[in-house]
């Protein structure tokens, strides 16, 4: 039988504490016969061991010499699926937020309706795995009603980085994709490509280690990078 | 000569062989000493002519002017500073895509040499 190459793409900064649970997590999930799964962790420029505990878990490790933001790792992830003929690229966090076993919903929601990218949501269907704070809601309803305007999907969680893309997606990520906070922008540049975006719903965990890329002060300017990204990759595109 | 004038002249020579030095050692792209060059071609013109500003100011309709040469000056300071935020991107796009073709290569490596170990 023909297998279908998914790689697990897991971008990690300062995540020594947490990666070596979700390794051993990724390597336990059984995956359908028809996938080859493989895991490559990227290394962000972490100042921790990240690297080496990586190493010993025995996945492929990107590392990279200097710090991209999570964007610039994703993709660097990306290239490497494009470059290898992959058939889907899975991000995970490396924080281990994003169950292993949720990837077969992925794949499964990618094998039944044949979509370009499918994100993994906490908020469609009875997503109850993780709650999240006010102003974190608030932040997402706001993306949510940015994405309908600009692309006229309905995504709710479009902060998710646990996300599927298929060849289509990946070749267009591979060259160009946002390097800071690149959720919300990319799902307008897929958008505006013409990929057809889904959300399934997924349960999520709390972060099993590391601290958020984005703090309480930060938000603000979080929200307004990321309007200003999402808005001229609307016109760029 | 009035002493303000000699003394503007000598400043603006000296500004221009230290940009010339720049220049010579590597340290400074021409690109960039482009606007630097201009910035004292006109000092340099009006340090000699110096009801030129007077003269200028008066034909553009500025009462006073050395507010002509505030807003000048101002404006050309936004302008390059504009130039360098241009700058600054690209050589973030640039590193951006040196250190993803780095960690690419590294990967590579290593996995060659895994199958020569094999």
């Known amino acids: ?237 | 000569m009035v002493r303000i004038q000699l003394l503007t002249i000598v400043v603006n020579i000296l500004f221009l062989v230290y940009i010339f030095r720049l220049i010579i050692k590597g340290k400074l792209r021409e690109e960039y000493a482009i606007v630097w060059l201009i910035c004292t071609f006109f000092i340099m013109i009006f340090s000699f002519w110096r009801r030129g500003l007077d003269v200028i100011a008066h034909f553009l309709g500025v009462f006073e002017a050395p507010n002509l040469v505030f807003t000048g000056a101002i404006f050309a300071i936004f302008i390059y500073l504009l130039h360098l935020s241009v700058v600054a991107s690209n050589l973030q796009n640039n590193i951006r895509k040196l250190s993803q073709e780095i960690a690419h290569l590294k990967l590579a490596i290593e996995n060659r040499e895994i199958e020569n170990i094999q």
Request: glycine share 8%; hydrophobic share 40%.
């Open chain 1, 1 to 237: 039988m023909m297998q279908e190459k998914v790689l697990l793409i897991i971008p990690c900064y300062n995540e020594e504490a947490a990666l070596p649970a979700l390794l051993s997590e990724v390597a336990k999930t059984a995956f359908p016969d028809s996938y080859k799964v493989d895991v490559i962790v990227v290394n962000d420029c972490s100042t921790d061991n990240t690297v080496a505990v990586a190493k010993q878990m025995n996945v492929l490790v990107l590392d990279l010499p200097m710090n991209l933001g999570i964007g610039g790792a994703v993709q660097s992830g990306i290239q490497y699926a494009f470059n290898n003929q992959y058939d889907y690229a899975i991000q995970l966090d490396g924080d281990g937020q994003h169950p292993p076993a949720e990837v077969v919903t992925l794949l499964n929601a990618q094998k039944k309706y044949n979509f370009d990218v499918v994100i993994g949501s906490r908020f469609v269907g009875n997503g109850d795995g993780f709650q999240s704070s006010f102003i974190r809601r608030l932040g997402i309803r706001y993306f949510h009603w940015l994405n309908r305007i600009f692309t006229g999907n309905q995504i709710f969680d479009s902060t998710s980085g646990f996300r599927l893309l298929n060849k289509n997606a990946i070749a267009l990520a591979a060259n160009n994709y946002p390097d800071e906070y690149p959720e919300p922008e990319s799902l307008v540049l897929f958008a505006k490509a013409g990929l057809k975006v889904k959300e399934v719903s997924v349960q999520m965990r709390e972060r099993q280690g590391g601290t958020s890329s984005i703090g309480k002060s930060a938000s603000v300017y979080y929200s307004l990078k990321v309007s200003l990204g999402m808005f001229f990759t609307f016109i760029r595109h």
